[in-house]
C-alpha cells in the first residue's frame, strides 16, 4: 500500500512560518482522508488537519484553525502543511497521513526563540 515521507520541519521562531512537505510513495493516493497528526512526549498523537470524508471542507484542530492550511497536489503525490503564525506549542513531531499506508517516521518541528 506504499509509505510516506514527511519532511520540511526545523527550527523556527515563535510567529514564523514553515511548510511540511509529505511524499506519497508508491500505492495509491487515496485523497479522502488524508492529514496532519502531530506528536509530543507522553501524549498521543493528535489531528491537526484533514481532508474531507464526508464533511464538506477540511477539519482542522482547534488550536491550529485559521493559521495552519493543508493542501496536496494530486499529480506530484504530494501533501503539504503550510504553518503560520507559529506558537511554542506547535512544537511536536508532525505525521503526514494516508489511508491504507503506515505512519512515517515525521518531521520534527521546534518553535523557541
Known amino acids: 500500500q506504499g509509505q510516506v515521507m514527511e519532511y520540511g520541519g526545523g527550527l523556527v521562531q515563535p510567529g514564523g512560518s514553515l511548510r511540511l512537505s509529505c511524499a506519497a510513495i508508491?500505492?495509491?493516493?487515496?485523497?479522502?482522508?488524508m492529514g496532519w497528526y502531530r506528536q509530543v512526549p507522553g501524549s498521543q498523537r493528535e489531528l491537526v488537519a484533514q481532508?474531507?470524508?464526508?464533511?464538506?471542507?477540511?477539519t482542522y484542530a482547534d488550536s491550529v484553525r485559521g493559521r495552519f492550511t493543508a493542501s496536496r497536489d494530486i499529480d506530484k503525490r504530494m501533501v503539504y502543511l503550510q504553518m503560520n503564525s507559529l506558537k511554542p506549542e506547535d512544537t511536536a513531531v508532525y505525521y503526514c497521513?494516508?489511508?491504507?499506508?503506515?505512519w512515517g517516521q515525521g518531521t520534527q518541528v521546534t518553535v523557541a526563540s
Open positions: 497521513y494516508i489511508p491504507g499506508r503506515p
Open positions: 508508491g500505492g495509491t493516493f487515496t485523497l479522502a482522508g
Open positions: 481532508f474531507p470524508t464526508n464533511s464538506i471542507t477540511t
